[in-house]
């Protein structure tokens, strides 16, 4: 069973920039879709964004589209979100998570995946 260790969280102000880093605990890691979501007080966990196996696909939803960058490193198991002009409704624990299936139809869903890190906080003070 594939165990996520994230990394990277903390406090910034507004506008600036943080790396979130997501190492997985097995090789069969690479076969997987990964993604990030996220959940602030009060609210849903939501979808931030996703990678498929071989990067070829990338999903972010729309409030992080142009200021987000998800990557991943195979080799190094690990899956990077690259976060840019960061704003206060950026503020939630982030969560990495792993889906088996490898479908990039499947990188939005929440419920389609079957590994969770245990998330790191990320503050945006304004």
């Known amino acids: 069973q594939a165990q996520l260790v994230e990394s990277g969280g903390g406090l910034v102000q507004a506008g600036g920039s943080l790396r979130l880093n997501c190492a997985a605990s097995e090789r069969t890691y690479a076969l997987y879709n990964m993604a990030w979501f996220r959940q602030a007080p009060g609210r849903e966990r939501e979808f931030v964004a996703g990678i498929t196996p071989n990067s070829r696909t990338t999903a972010y939803a729309d409030s992080v589209k142009g200021r987000f960058t998800i990557s991943r490193d195979n080799a190094k198991n690990t899956v990077y979100l690259q976060m840019n002009s960061l704003n206060a409704e950026d503020t939630a624990v982030y969560y990495c998570?792993?889906?088996?299936?490898?479908?990039?139809?499947?990188?939005?869903?929440?419920?389609?995946?079957?590994?969770w890190g245990q998330g790191t906080q990320v503050t945006v003070s304004s």
């Open positions: 998570a792993a889906d088996r299936s490898g479908y990039a139809a499947n990188l939005r869903w929440k419920n389609e995946y079957d590994y």
